[in-house]
């Protein structure tokens, strides 16, 4: 069993910045990539940032050079620094992960709860 559990998120005003944590464990083997998604009310969950094990980045365009990700391999961790946030940047954040699983093996997708992030105009 493998459990993510994010923290961070909150209010804050448009401009401002928060940092977005997720760690993962369990019965972890190896993870591959983590990410960050998030979903808007009345909208579908998108991408926001994903990182693989070996640091490679991909992000949305919408947060191109305002967010960026980062990865804690030895804790299992996630992070997103968000800077310079706008109110459309409000959303539910979920983190996941691509892992492999300790005892079976099995490569699986894992997500976390999510955390709110409001940002006010």
Known sequence: ?????ESGG???QAGGSLRLSCAASGSIFRINVMGWYRQA?????????????????????SVKGRFTISRDSAKNAVYLQMNSLKSEDTAVYYCAADLIELHWGRQRDY?????QVTVSS
Not at 46 to 52: D, F, H, N, S, Y
Not at 111 to 115: E, N, S
């Open 1 to 5: 069993q493998v459990q993510l559990a």
């Open 41 to 61: 009310p009345g909208k579908q969950r998108e991408l926001v940032a994903t990182i693989t094990s070996g640091g490679s980045t991909d992000y949305a365009d």
């Open 111 to 115: 997500w976390g709860q999510g955390t």
């Open 10 to 12: 909150g209010l804050v």
